[in-house]
């Protein structure tokens, strides 16, 4: 009952924003937070050898609709001078060029190739034709990014709720037949926090990718409530019990510091409010702890787990209270990911250029090289990727890998004199090395650098 109020509430809520924003020209600001954290088992099955159409997939329609009425310039490929165009753009063409060859290779074999080829062409190619025709301003894509962050400081807070008391009100949004991989996990006694990404490890993903986002709009405008919304990035990263995200939160922070920061007025100002949301998360858990023992084992055995990761050696079991199953599954979370890289290994022996095939894992066609302890070692089947560089070479081999480099390098070149686009470059290649690839938050720095190219909309 109660998932069949969430759902029809939300999706009237969200029809009627639909409408108002296309009709007040403002479907960009709605458009790009549904497609960064709407959920894709929200939407209508048709078959399973297509894809779902998901609520996202229903507004890139409506947007590219939008788009052909409220463009401000047209993209007409016979009038491009190539010649002129300046040479780091054609590693964005390759970028696509390749992986529409790499998935065509198996088209014919395996229908989530085909659904890949879509999404590449459909969901990224077009959009970044239809925002290149929209010619957003400064102003509007400063707009843009403040809904982003708004949305994300939602799931933030929900996220921090869902952990605590188990309390899944996305759970109401799913609309399919098909089953889609959804991964609960329990960690030091909590559920782990995930909302509509499917998976803590992306959760904590897409915190660490809005965090950029979150540091620019506190700088840029100076205003207290974006340190309150860092103050829940942080606590949401360490409900998701993702030790990589909160390993990458303190690289973030410093290559912020260091390499953002240039002046000793703006360093002072980031150090005076990064001294107060730090005691202010502390006292939080500090207090939260003290009440109810199983928050305190849960921060204080978050603690000693990420320290484990840098060469310590706590008990995680040490402190679990009663009704507790300890620390959980997947003690040695670096090693589970970089034993994933063995993947490639096996899969150059096969098929090297094209690799396997989109979904190769879900086919379990994918071998890992594990320790199984006791001195026993085997390849195993796999049935996840948790590190981007594996998933590309696994599914779309050298041919596809060489893709996603050519856009990563095209992103690198274009973001030149620009400190926070180099973050949020730093931000995803980190990202890279906890789960498999976020395609819609890439697409979302190319965005925000190719409007910063076009329109001189320097995020700095």
Excluded at 127 to 149: G, H, Q, R, S, W
Excluded at 216 to 227: A, S, T, V
Excluded at 243 to 254: E, G, N, T, W
């Amino acid at each position: 009952m109660f998932n069949s109020i969430v759902l029809c509430t939300f999706s009237i809520t969200l029809l009627l924003a639909n409408i108002y924003c296309f009709i007040k020209k403002k479907y960009l600001y709605l458009f790009i937070p549904c497609v960064l954290f709407l959920p894709n088992y929200y939407g209508i099955e048709f078959s399973s050898s297509l894809p779902l159409l998901s609520v996202t997939r229903m507004m890139y329609i409506v947007f590219y609709i939008y788009t052909f009425i409220n463009k401000r310039r047209d993209f007409v490929i016979k009038e491009i001078d190539f010649k002129k165009l300046p040479k780091e753009y054609y590693l964005l063409f390759g970028y696509f060029i390749l992986r529409i060859i790499s998935n065509l290779y198996y088209v014919t074999t395996y229908g989530q190739a085909l659904k890949t080829l879509l999404v590449v062409i459909f969901e990224q190619l077009l959009l970044l034709v239809a925002v290149y025709m929209l010619a957003p301003t400064k102003a509007e894509m400063i707009t843009m990014i403040k809904a982003v962050v708004w949305a994300a400081s939602f799931l933030f807070v929900v996220g921090v709720i869902e952990s605590i008391n188990e309390f899944r009100p996305f759970d109401g949004l799913y609309t399919i037949s098909r089953n889609i991989y959804i991964l609960f996990y329990y960690r030091l006694g909590l559920l782990r926090a995930q909302t509509t990404m499917m998976a803590p490890a992306l959760y904590g993903n897409m915190c660490i990718l809005i965090l950029p986002l979150i540091l620019y709009l506190y700088d840029y405008l100076r205003e207290k409530k974006y340190i309150v919304i860092a103050g829940l990035d942080v606590l949401a990263i360490i409900h998701s019990g993702s030790r990589s995200d909160m390993i990458f939160l303190f690289m973030v922070i410093a290559i912020y510091f260091i390499y953002v920061l240039k002046s000793k007025e703006r360093r002072m100002f980031f150090v005076k409010h990064f001294v107060i949301v730090s005691l202010a998360l502390l006292s939080y858990m500090g207090i939260a702890g003290f009440y109810n023992d199983n928050l305190r084992y849960y921060y204080v055995g978050t603690a000693k787990s990420v320290l484990n990761e840098v060469g310590f050696d706590f008990d995680l079991d040490e402190g679990a209270p009663v009704n507790t199953n300890g620390f959980g599954g997947n003690y040695n979370g670096s090693v589970s990911r970089t034993r994933q890289f063995t993947g490639m290994y096996y899969v150059a022996q096969i098929n090297p250029l094209f690799g396997l095939g989109s979904g190769a894992q879900t086919r379990r066609q994918v071998q890992f090289y594990w320790h199984f302890g006791n001195g026993k070692d085997g390849w195993i089947s796999a049935t996840a990727y948790d590190v981007g560089w594996v998933e590309i070479f696994c599914d779309e081999g050298l041919i596809g890998m060489l893709g996603l480099c050519s856009l990563l390098v095209f992103m690198v070149v274009k973001s030149r004199g620009d400190r926070f686009l180099v973050l949020s470059n730093v931000c995803y290649l980190l990202s890279m090395l906890s789960t498999g690839n976020m395609y819609s938050f890439l697409m979302l720095y190319v965005v925000l650098i190719m409007n910063r190219s076009y329109n001189e909309c320097q995020l700095a």
